[in-house]
């Protein structure tokens, strides 16, 4: 069966601090790695990572993959508080595996 | 405000009720999925349709019905529902999807319908 653990739970922290969201998996054909952002409604999506060790940016955020390790992390610098939400990550090979997500809750 | 659709917002229903779920994307995407989330839980994926047919039902009880009426709409009709159904009901939209390959698409997200089965 899939399998997609993420880690912290949960995490809080000051306005200005860098987090970093951590994802591990084990799916069978694997073929992306994506983070999504959720807050009340939709999950709002982030990040299709496929290859290894690319980094991919958008403005504070940024991720990478790891096939070999089987991880991905999700960082977010100079955190501000429309961080806070809860961070999925979703395991991709004919369907989205998902983990049970991150609540972050970033403090003025 | 996400570019997938869905309607109502809100439902309340009884368990003898026959209702639906409407969901709407014009982003020319081939493939459309059915969520469902309970409260501080994941997604998990009830049905995906890929070019309008039917790729993968989760073992979903039939009391849940999908429909694929052209690429830009999905329904999900719902009859005779237990307690235990309530949830928020998210549609998703993709630009494809492969079941064999198993490519795997960003998949955008609608706000979602909360559902509760009094």
């Known amino acids: 069966e899939d399998k997609v653990v993420q880690s912290p739970l949960s995490l809080v922290v000051h306005e200005g601090d860098t987090v970093t969201l951590n994802c591990s998996y084990e799916v069978t054909n694997f073929r992306s790695l994506l983070w999504y952002k959720q807050e009340k409604k939709a999950p709002t999506f982030l990040f299709m990572l496929t290859s290894s060790g690319i980094e991919k940016k958008s403005g504070r955020l940024s991720s990478i993959l790891d096939k070999k390790e089987l991880f991905s992390i999700l960082n977010i610098t100079a955190t501000q508080t429309g961080d806070s939400a809860i961070y999925l990550c979703a395991g991709a090979n004919s369907k989205l595996t998902f983990g049970k997500g991150i609540t972050l809750s970033v403090r003025p | 405000d996400t570019e997938v659709t869905q309607t109502p917002k809100h439902l309340v229903m009884g368990m003898t009720n026959k209702k639906s779920l409407k969901c709407e994307q014009h982003?020319?995407?081939?493939?459309m999925y059915w969520y469902k989330q309970k409260a501080k839980k994941p997604p998990e994926l009830m049905f995906v349709?890929?070019?309008?047919?039917?790729?993968i039902n989760e073992s979903v009880p039939s009391r849940f019905s999908p429909e694929c009426p052209n690429s830009s709409l999905l329904n999900l009709h719902l009859h005779a529902l237990q307690p235990e159904d309530s949830a928020l009901y998210l549609c998703a939209s993709s630009q494809g999807f492969r079941a064999l390959t198993g490519v795997g698409q960003p998949q955008h997200f609608g706000d979602g319908t909360r559902l509760s089965i009094l």
């Open positions: 349709y890929s070019y309008e047919k039917l790729s």
């Open positions: 982003m020319g995407h081939r493939a």
